[in-house]
Nanobody
């Protein structure tokens, strides 16, 4: 019943900006940590940024100073503001959430379907 839905991906030029959104819905008791991962073709999926329920954040070194993660706890939504985009940022971006299901109090990790971000001239 729980699902994560992403939006905001697209094609942008180098130096441009993009804002990704991910909303968790369903029978949720609590969302603990939400984060963004990315995966380029032929590469493994790597952490981009994550944020705890208390607002603590961490970022991959490659995006520090350019990306900002935030969340709206009332809407169970996480955002990723991406500025000064580079071609090497091109990847499928996946939302991830660690949450506790309301129906059985089981803690699990959930993944969004992924959204394509392409940075190219």
């Amino acid at each position: 019943q729980v699902q994560l839905v992403e939006s905001g991906g697209g094609l942008v030029q180098p130096g441009g900006s993009l804002r990704l959104s991910c909303a968790a819905s369903g029978s949720i008791f609590r969302v603990n940590v939400m984060g963004w991962y990315r995966q380029a073709p032929g590469k493994q999926r790597d952490l981009v940024a994550r944020i705890s329920d208390g607002g603590t954040t961490n970022y991959a070194d490659s995006v520090k100073g350019r990306f900002t993660i935030s969340r709206d706890n009332a809407q169970n939504t996480v955002y990723l503001q991406m500025n000064s985009l580079k071609p090497e940022d091109t990847a499928v971006y996946y939302c991830n959430a660690e949450l506790i299901r309301n129906r059985d109090y089981i803690r699990r990790n959930y993944w969004g379907q992924g959204t394509q971000v392409t940075v190219s001239s």
